[in-house]
């Protein structure tokens, strides 16, 4: 089988981020889909593994884009074809397990802490030093998952990492760079208005976090291509 990814971009300026020059320098083809022009592929087989990216739509819209990213993840799951799903992609992986998404409490939007389960440590997040590191987040959507799913990571308000057979989903951003950051910014503008996101202290805080950032993306990549022999 060709050394390929799936990946699923459902807005222009939410892309792979550091996780593309990572595949990339492996030696991967990355086959990009822009979901809401181009019908999404149904046969997961012809990939190594699919990337379901973020975007500020919600899985319970029941957008048609969305339900063919459901569709084509519970095949995925039945295929063995190992998907990672960040943020609304994470959404998607739940709904298509079994999962409930629904609106949460408040949103989170900026550097936060997670906290690290024994159960990550030990398989995704290995290599992590900090059991509580600081991750970008910009979700305002979780969910509830299935008995079966592992919880791996999570924060005071929400699960923020699963894992289930084959699918991954991490509710952060390990893939941000300060462009992305700062693209998501004007990009979203009416929301970090309304929420009154102080940007000032989101860019003094990309300076201190956001290397330490990339340094946990190139872990937890490792790590998911060494758990699926990618």
């Not at 509580?132 to 919880?151: C, E, K, M």
């Not at 924060?155 to 057979?165: E, I, N, R, T, W």
Request: net charge positive.
């Amino acid at each position: 089988m060709n050394k390929s990814v799936l990946c699923l971009q459902n807005i222009a300026c939410e892309t792979l981020g550091t996780f593309e020059w990572l595949f990339l320098n492996d030696g991967f083809d990355i086959e990009k889909v822009n979901t809401r022009k181009h019908r999404v592929p149904k046969d997961p087989t012809q990939y190594s593994a699919i990337v379901i990216l973020g975007g500020p739509m919600s899985v319970y819209e029941n957008a048609d884009f969305v339900r063919d990213q459901v569709n084509l993840t519970k095949i995925a799951s039945k295929k063995k074809t190992p998907v990672l799903g960040i943020c609304l992609g994470s959404q998607i992986i739940a709904r298509s397990s079994g999962g409930t998404v629904f609106k949460g409490p408040r949103k989170e939007i900026g550097w936060h802490k997670i906290m690290i389960e024994n159960a990550g440590t030990e398989d995704l997040f290995s290599g992590f030093h900090n059991s509580r590191p600081t991750v970008f987040q910009w979700h305002g959507d979780t969910y509830s998952l299935p008995n079966a799913a592992t919880i791996l990571a999570r924060s005071d308000d929400y699960p923020q990492a699963f894992a289930l057979g084959s699918l991954v989903g991490i509710q952060f951003h390990l893939e941000v760079t300060e462009d992305m950051i700062q693209s998501w910014v004007r990009n979203y503008k009416s929301e970090v208005v309304y929420e009154k996101i102080d940007v000032r202290k989101m860019e003094k805080e990309s300076a201190i976090y956001i290397s330490k950032l990339k340094k946990y993306c190139v872990l937890f990549y490792s790590n998911f291509c060494t758990s699926f022999s990618l």
